[in-house]
Nanobody, 128 residues
């Protein structure tokens, strides 16, 4: 059974940093493209970053480009999202997800339909 578990969320001041973790079980992260999504109250879930199964391709939404970095530790079977220069508008529940098909690492709203497994989410709140 494929399972993803996020951790690392919390309350941080504007300009601060957090690192989110997405631990996988039941599969290996180098077999799937993995994405990070977020959903703020009253908004749709949006993809903000992804990493390809090979690890050779990473993509970012314009809203986080230059501030967030996705990475992977195959030995720990875990994908990370390093978030720097956080802003109040980054406040949301953050989810990681595995895509059902390959070549899915693109920031494309339609690809949410290709998600195979979701984590439970971790809350990130940016506030002074």
């Amino acid at each position: 059974q494929l399972q993803l578990v996020e951790s690392g969320g919390g309350l941080v001041q504007p300009g601060g940093s957090l690192r989110l973790s997405c631990a996988a079980s039941g599969f290996t992260v180098d077999d799937y493209d993995i994405g990070w999504f977020r959903q703020a109250p009253g908004t749709e879930r949006e993809e903000i970053s992804c990493i390809s199964s090979s690890g050779g391709s990473t993509k970012y939404a314009d809203s986080v480009k230059g501030r967030f970095t996705i990475s992977r530790d195959d030995a720990k079977n875990t994908v990370y999202l390093q978030m720097n220069s956080l802003k109040p508008e980054d406040t949301a529940v953050y989810y990681c997800a595995s895509f059902r098909h390959g070549s899915a690492c693109h920031i494309d709203p339609s690809l949410i339909d290709d998600v195979d497994s979701w984590g439970q989410g971790t809350q990130v709140t940016v506030s002074s």
